[in-house]
């Protein structure tokens, strides 16, 4: 059986995708184009297995003791799904059992493989969408695409861009140097060496769309991966693991290819994995702090992807209620807690224009409050927008921001979801500010937190976000102007720190999103993080080129 | 103009063989290939450039002062020629604004100029060998090749490989994703943003070969670069440095594109340049020590090439007087001054077999004694093989090695050179030694110095020789066995810790040879270097992709 030429079709495609960044993906965003049977079924997914062991992995690294603190954002109570505590001597010797065998295939036979295992994991997207609402609390739409689809995307694309990295070059060649006399005959063999067990770190938010590029990256170049979940958001990935296990033992190959390690809060085993001999390089998604943390351990591969806080400079539109929806919707989606939403708007004191009227500072501002009402109080589009709240201390950083020391021009209040009405929501709080108090708004405040920063002109806006960025870092920026050298401004001011912008984005275009095939996510070129989804050097510096000769 | 079309045959034929990785070079190795006039001109040019200032240079970065203590190991006098002398802000402020125009420019026009670059240092070939025997100590012909079209090809395959990388994708799109009822359209662009100024601190040895990659490499991908040569071998790169300077005023550039920033011993700037804010990329040629301090410097992108030790496994051979010649020539090449050179021959006490006959270990250790004899004492091989020492220290290092503890099998001594009478010259010293000294050979010991290892069997040379890469680096391995199995078990231990391995090299084959568009020089993946050439993060490193959309 050729795996490569059974997913030809996919892998061709993916190519041509990366190359012409246009889009492209294999798997539809839209549940209605997956089997309804599953869909169905999906639904006694979580009720069947709360409480009770996840028993899918084929991993045996264990000990006898069974761990899991999930707890459900829409239920606000502990799912009480546990998982095999690992034993991590065990896991690492697995591992590297594991890779003496993997490494050595070719990467025609590994991405096949890897293809059959998105072909997979495809069939679990519904369970994987409810496994990712009641852990990271985002909605269903949300949690169906960014976990099922989008993630299954960003895996082929890091799989994708492996294949052709480790292909770039002949692997084997007769050198032959002319000498005069005579020829000078050397045979030459390149291999690119795996450097040895990856470990990737998962966040809460994001169990899956952050985790399984550095899954796949790891496995095309011949690495092993292990996978150390956020312990409030292990379901979805263990899900995604268990299916990618499955593939590799009805292929006989080792399934320790690639293993889950849960741990709890109380108990935590990042630390000692990351700084284990054994772990040559690791991936992480997650706050600054650790990421830092993790960049400076010596002798290892480190990707990250941390922290950043997110501009939007308005300086002119086009429509001020197409821009103030659009604000709207990318503040409320999955009550800002992704790492790609805004948190600081931009506006000058003196107002905007909107199509060749003057709007003043307060007007804009008002346009932007009005969205957000009217999307948070719509019963059906507020709740599927906002999802949940993952975490208690993301209700608590937004109570405590409702003091006297600024100025509420929106007050956060819970969001009615009627199908779980002890669901943890929260609007966002929209606060009003000087620029000159630059020490409030100049670090990331995670959750459904907006400020809008009144500036003296959108030079300013400029300077400052450009600050903020070389700083804290982004990993995106917004921008409405229609002046074109205004844009070309903000362009330049933000692409020197390395941020991407996103201009007069309206409709249903909206900076949140990074697409596969298309979009890098995060440009690796500022504090947001070292690496960027999915260029070469995510992949090039997985492995080492070696080449041997002989006479 | 179109300056891609005018070099696009080069171009075309260095990505093919940079896929290939067969035999390219476009600058033959043979001085008799180029114009004789200028080979007779250029023994005029030392001469009358002695103990006068090297005028070349474009840029205007500089004091009043005119520096340089360079010492020419053929004559052993200083040379007496001076560089301005870089007033530092200038150069990081002239360099940044260079920077500002440089990088607007597009990869196709870049790699035009460097192709220009190339063609117009290649008229300069016979100086620069010249500058490079009487700073390096290196042979008339080694100079000739290796800062001239060796380092030729190794700037156009990193000028290439930029060139590449750059274009891997679509830098324009519309990108259009189909929502059922009508297409999301954002148009999309991406720019390779360059990371900014680039150092590059070259070596004693090796001053354009090891310098140029990374000059390159920064240029293509629209970076500016400084160069900070050895203060003991400035006059070779000056002049690469100069070449280029002249192309950029050609085409109205800003010839502070590239920078000469010389200092002395006696007042480095090294430190300065390597710590200061401005600089954003590392390359470093040199001593561990050194390279490693680089590599500990925060918020830098660092390329090192370091010291390692390099092995030689024999196991059993074919022709031991071939592989005698082989070892003599690769260890007295340049004397030993070379990074690629051996340092540890490992020999098996029960000895080796030699095309089915058995050869004692003390057989085995006199037949490469007498070729090293054989090689040394021949008056026109000898001296044009060996060259000159570099340093004093190197010198004062061998003599050190003269004493009680060493047990000498071949004692070094100077080497007549007719031509250049006053030469610092001196032949290999080789130490017998057992296995279990290990704190005697696991260093380098830079110079003519061969420690012959008697090992146990070839199993324990094989697990010491790993054992040093992976503690020590390497940057090549040598090994002579006629047992595939062996040769199976050498290879899987020496890549396992990413040092490459060439077979049983005789004739013409040598382990000090690194070719450009086929061997990668340092892997990258042991203590010799971070850094390999060329690879896609070699390159990839340097800038940042930033995707802009617009709606």
Redesign the interface.
């Known amino acids: 059986m050729n795996l490569r030429k059974k997913h030809d079709q996919i892998i061709s495609d993916a190519i041509k995708a990366?190359?012409?960044?246009?889009?492209y993906t294999p798997y539809p965003e839209?549940p209605k184009a997956y089997n309804e049977d599953l869909a169905n079924e999906a639904k006694r997914f979580i009720p069947m297995l709360m409480n009770n062991n996840f028993n899918e992995l084929l991993q045996t690294n264990t000990t006898t003791e069974w761990i899991g603190t999930e707890v459900s954002p829409y239920l606000q109570t502990g799912i009480g799904i546990k998982y095999p505590k690992p034993e991590l001597s065990k896991l690492l010797d697995l591992s590297k059992v594991a890779m003496s065998n993997w490494s050595t295939t070719d990467s025609d036979f590994r991405i096949g493989i890897l293809v059959e295992m998105l072909e997979k994991i495809k069939n679990r997207f519904f369970d994987i969408a409810y496994a990712t609402m009641h852990s990271t609390g985002q909605s269903f739409m949300m949690s169906f695409q960014a976990s099922g689809p989008h993630s299954n995307d960003r895996a082929l694309e890091a799989a994708v861009m492996g294949y052709l990295?480790l292909n770039?070059?002949?692997h084997e060649?007769?050198?032959?140097?002319?000498?005069?006399k005579?020829d000078?005959k050397?045979h030459?063999k390149?291999?690119a060496?795996p450097?040895g067990i990856g470990l990737a770190i998962g966040c809460s938010t994001f169990p899956v769309w952050n985790t399984v590029p550095a899954i796949f990256a790891n496995l095309i170049t011949g690495n092993t991966c292990i996978v150390k979940p956020h312990p409030k958001a292990i379901l979805p990935i263990a899900i995604v693991i268990a299916e990618m296990q499955k593939v590799l033992h009805e292929h006989n190959l080792d399934v320790h290819a690639v293993q889950l390690a849960v741990d709890t809060l109380e108990s935590p085993i990042t630390k000692l994995l990351a700084e284990n001999e054994s772990i040559k390089i690791i991936d992480f998604t997650g706050g600054s702090e650790f990421g830092s943390y993790v960049e400076s351990l010596q002798a290892k591969t480190v990707f990250t992807e941390k922290a950043g806080v997110n501009s939007i400079i308005i300086d002119s539109v086009n429509d001020i209620k197409a821009v103030a929806q659009n604000i709207a919707f990318s503040a409320c989606l999955y009550s800002g807690q992704m790492c790609t939403a805004p948190q600081n708007i931009f506006i000058p004191s003196v107002g905007i224009k909107s199509n060749e009227v003057n709007l003043t500072f307060d007007e804009t501002v008002s346009a932007i409050l009005q969205a957000i009402q009217e999307l948070t109080d719509n019963p059906k589009a507020g709740p599927a927008t906002l999802g949940a709240i993952q975490t208690d201390a993301t209700l608590r950083r937004i109570k405590d921001l409702h003091n006297d020391r600024n100025k509420i021009l929106l007050a956060s209040h819970p969001i009615k979801n009627e199908e779980f009405t002890d669901a943890r929501t929260l609007s966002p709080v929209v606060i009003g500010i000087d620029a000159e108090d630059y020490e409030v708004y100049n670090k990331e405040c995670f959750g459904p937190i907006l400020f809008i920063i009144k500036t003296n002109n959108t030079t300013q806006s400029i300077e400052i976000a450009k600050k903020l960025v070389k700083e804290k870092g982004a990993l995106t920026c917004s921008a409405y102007t229609t002046d074109l050298s205004t844009q070309q401004n903000i362009?330049e001011a933000m692409?020197?720190v390395?941020?991407?912008?996103?201009?007069?984005?309206?409709?249903?275009?909206f900076i949140n999103s990074h697409?596969a095939f298309?979009?890098?996510h995060v440009?690796?070129?500022n504090a947001a993080g070292n690496a960027?989804l999915t260029?070469?050097?995510f992949i090039?510096?997985r492995y080492?080129?070696?080449?041997?000769?002989?006479?």
């Open positions: 990366i190359h012409d960044r246009g889009y839209n990295e770039r070059f002949i060649t007769d050198w032959v140097k002319p000498l005069g005579f000078l050397i030459k390149w291999k060496i450097k362009e692409n020197e390395f941020a991407p912008v996103s201009f007069n984005f309206t409709g249903a275009a697409a298309s979009d890098f440009t690796g070129g960027s260029n070469s050097e090039a510096k080492v080129w070696v080449g041997n000769r002989y006479c």
